[in-house]
């Protein structure tokens, strides 16, 4: 047998496998280490749960780039589709609207969005890094890069057959309409349409616009729900070895149709086993290195890795944990289509039933049941990482 170099992961394990000696691609495998040498637990054929934003066709336009993850690149994605967008400062998604739900978290920078609803309510804001927003199915939109660099956000939709190319856009409306027909409903002659945009502008570059006081539409109300939210600012909920930051419509009223949970995870350290009731998730990696088994029925379950700028994803029900696997913290968004969060804990389950079953279905001792916490604990820490309350201890 031949010695495999060192700086290559090879398929061996346990005794088992060989070297692959025909052509390879080191430098992806090394991205998918579990997928060269999968954990001998995996088992059986579960579809791709892996995306990177890297391996999406990039449309570019004057002062920004979309490129997106739908169902055509994630074939396993059918309940929300993704889009990775960047606007130059002064750059603009048009204004435009779609029949699907937009939930947005910003990654870098500044933006302007505004929204107006069906009751002529306005919303204008300014969003930053770590801020989200949220605009209902068919309410009409816009976003713009401001600031020093603009603005790169990351926009997921209810449906994961959505395409960010095939929205309703202003300046196709304009374009396709009639002309008589546009100075008519606007009350005005048809030469104020001469130099109106033939065809979609989707991105375009504008200047960068005065103070949000100053944007503002005088007399017109407020949405009555705002549609944008703090969420990185959000006190989190602290564990040993992490954080979670849970926006739903519980905090966050006008997000009715998305909940979301922004996660971070020491090294070491990992989300714990659990699945979610009633929405399939559509992860976002933002920081760090994780891998992420998923456990399906039909005895089958399959390990993935994942590094910033990746998107997972976890059909409804099917139990999963979220390990850090790298030396520096882990950032990741979970993002469900659901009013509500809910995740349903495997500790706290097996800890909240008679262990007398429990002992008995899994051949376990009673004084290690017992022992175990009835809180939840969405991040567990690393093994010997020793604290109150007993976890890592062998
Ligand atoms: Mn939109
Ligand atoms: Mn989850």
Do not use: C
């Not at 995996?42 to 739908?70: C, M, Q, V």
């Not at 199915?137 to 020093?148: F, T, Y």
């Not at 001469?194 to 100053?214: C, M, N, S, T």
């Not at 999963?320 to 804990?345: C, M, P």
């Amino acid at each position: 047998m031949t010695t495999p170099p060192d700086n290559l992961i090879q398929p061996m394990r346990l005794g088992e496998g060989a070297t692959i000696t025909g052509p390879r691609n080191p430098s992806r495998e090394a991205e998918a280490r579990d997928l060269v040498r999968p954990p001998v637990t995996d088992k059986g054929s579960l579809p791709n749960l892996r995306w990177s934003f890297a391996d999406s066709h990039n449309r570019i336009e004057p002062g920004g780039w979309a490129r997106e993850a739908t169902v055509r690149e994630l074939s396993v994605s059918t309940a929300m589709a993704g889009v990775n967008m960047r606007l130059d400062a002064g750059a603009v998604r048009e204004m435009h609207w779609h029949k699907t739900a937009e939930w947005s978290y910003v990654l870098r920078g500044q933006a302007r969005i505004t929204a107006v609803d069906e009751d002529g309510h306005t919303f204008q804001d300014d969003v930053g890094e770590g801020d989200l927003w949220y605009f209902p199915p068919g309410i009409p939109h816009s976003i713009q890069g401001i600031g020093a660099d603009g603005v790169e956000f990351l926009l997921v939709f209810d449906d994961g057959s959505f395409s960010e190319d095939s929205t309703m856009l202003i300046s196709d409306l304009f374009a396709r309409l009639p002309r008589d027909v546009l100075a008519k409903n606007l009350g005005w002659d048809e030469g104020a349409l001469a130099d109106i945009p033939d065809k979609e502008l989707y991105i375009f570059q504008a200047a960068v616009p005065g103070p949000l006081d100053v944007d503002r539409i005088a007399g017109a109300g407020r949405v009555p729900r705002w549609f944008s939210h703090a969420m990185a600012a959000q006190e989190p909920l602290r564990f040993r070895g992490g954080t979670v930051r849970i926006t739903d419509s519980s905090n966050f009223p006008a997000s009715t149709r998305f909940a979301a949970a922004l996660v971070e995870v020491e090294p070491g350290a990992m989300r714990e086993v659990h699945w979610h009731p009633n929405s399939d998730e559509w992860q976002y990696y933002i920081e760090g290195q994780a891998r992420m088994t998923v456990v399906s029925t039909g005895n089958s379950s399959r390990t993935f890795d994942f590094q910033a700028g990746d998107v997972g994803y976890v059909p409804v029900s099917l139990a999963h944990y979220v390990e850090n696997t790298g030396s520096t913290t882990l950032r990741f968004l979970e993002v469900f289509t659901s009013s509500r969060y809910a995740d349903v804990s495997l500790a706290q389950w097996v800890a909240l039933t008679p262990h007398e079953l429990v002992a008995a279905n899994l051949r376990l001792s009673r004084p290690l049941l017992d022992a175990l916490p009835a809180r939840k604990h969405p991040v567990v820490p690393a093994q010997g990482d020793t604290g109150q309350q007993g976890r890592g201890q062998k």
